[in-house]
Structures are given as structure tokens and as C-alpha cells.
T-cell receptor, first 111, second 113 residues
């Protein structure tokens, strides 16, 4: 079973702060996705990265795929209360069809 | 309706009850999935249907029985559940099995008493 470890598990910060969430594995992924899940809702896709070293930006969110395609990071600049939620990474291992989800990072942004 | 719709949103059932969860999508997706989300555990894939055929059963107990009558609808039939089956059950769809970009429903919060 492939395992995607996310860190930190929990993060509580003040509005305006910056933060980085990490997603690590010993396996190589053909692509990796990040989702955000709000309480009482299903995960919502934020981004998909496919190329080693790829960087994608979505407003204040910056996503990076590691050069070896084994890890990824999500950086949020000037966090807002609306960023609160569970952040999940998920990836397909090379040649496989099964999407494996990470352990999740619960982010709370307070005023 | 857009996206993936799951009903009911909440369900409380006894261990001897039979109930069904419903999932519907009109996105033109050919793959549909059932996931289980429990506290402090990663999302667990339960079943995958591709073009209405079950292509993966991830060692799920037989008290969970999926059904995919057409490409837009997916059911999860529940029978003789245990309290440890209490969780959020999420349905998702994607264009094809193995392609990135899943669309999830809001889930059914199941409590087994």
C-alpha cells in the first residue's frame, strides 16, 4: 500500500500569516492533486501537478511538485479565515489507476 | 443539477436495518467511486465503477453492496452494519478511471447505533 504522509497534521494560525503544508511519499507519482475539504462537505479539487519541479499558482496558493515526483508542497500567503479546512494531497502511482489520498492537514485560520 | 449529488446527507441506522445511499452525477463522467472517510484515517477507496462495470473492490465487507445501474447513478446498499462502520461516505466521479480531477459529492454522514 502506497502511503502519502502529510505534515503538519494540524495547524492553527492567525489571519495574515504564511504557511506551508507538505506531502511526502517513498513512491513516485505520475501526477499529484491537492484538495480542500470544508466541514460537512466533500473534497474540492484545487490543482493537479504532473511534471517534476512544476510550480502552479492559484491566487495566494502556490503548489510545487518535487523534482523526483515523490513529494509536494502547498504554500499559502497571507492566510484568510476562508482558507480554513482539511487539505488533502492525492496521487496516482506510475501506471496505476488507483488514487491514493494523504493523511491530511487540518488548517484553522483565526482572526 | 451540476456536480455530484449524494442523498441522504445524514443517516442513522440500527445494526439490523437495510438502507441505501444514492449518488448521482450528470457531468458525463464514466468512472464513479465510493470512499469511506473516518476520523484520523486517510480516505479509503471502497469501490470503483468504470463504464458501469465494477473494476475494483478494495476488500470491503459484504455488508456493503454497490450497484451502478447506469453511468449517472451509483448506490451503496447497507445491511447488518457495525458501529465501526459509522463514517462519512463520499461518492466521486471522474472522466475516466485513472484520470486526475475527481469531483466529490458532499457525502452521507452515517451513524450506526
Amino acid at each position: 500500500t502506497q502511503l502519502l504522509e502529510q505534515s503538519p497534521q494540524f495547524l492553527s494560525i492567525q489571519e495574515g500569516e504564511n504557511l506551508t503544508v507538505y506531502c511526502n511519499s517513498s513512491s513516485v507519482f505520475s501526477s499529484l492533486q491537492w484538495y480542500r475539504q470544508e466541514p460537512g462537505e466533500g473534497p474540492v479539487l484545487l490543482v493537479t501537478v504532473v511534471t517534476g519541479g512544476e510550480v502552479k499558482k492559484l491566487k495566494r496558493l502556490t503548489f510545487q511538485f518535487g523534482d523526483a515526483r515523490k513529494d509536494s508542497s502547498l504554500h499559502i500567503t497571507a492566510a484568510q479565515t476562508g482558507d480554513t479546512g482539511l487539505y488533502l494531497c492525492a496521487g496516482f502511482t506510475g501506471g496505476g489507476n488507483k488514487l491514493t489520498f494523504g493523511t491530511g492537514t487540518q488548517l484553522k485560520v483565526e482572526l | 443539477e451540476t456536480g455530484v449529488t449524494q442523498t441522504p446527507r445524514h443517516l442513522v441506522m440500527g445494526m439490523t436495518n437495510k438502507k441505501s445511499l444514492k449518488c448521482e452525477q450528470h457531468l458525463g463522467h464514466n468512472a464513479m467511486y465510493w470512499y469511506k472517510q473516518s476520523a484520523k484515517k486517510p480516505l479509503e477507496l471502497m469501490f470503483v465503477y468504470s463504464l458501469e462495470e465494477r473494476v475494483e473492490n478494495n476488500s470491503v465487507p459484504s455488508r456493503f453492496s454497490p450497484e451502478c445501474p447506469n453511468s449517472s447513478h451509483l448506490f451503496l446498499h447497507l445491511h447488518t452494519l457495525q458501529p465501526e462502520d459509522s463514517a462519512l461516505y463520499l461518492c466521486a466521479s471522474s472522466l475516466r478511471w485513472g484520470t486526475a480531477g475527481y469531483t466529490f459529492g458532499s457525502g452521507t454522514r452515517l451513524t450506526v447505533v
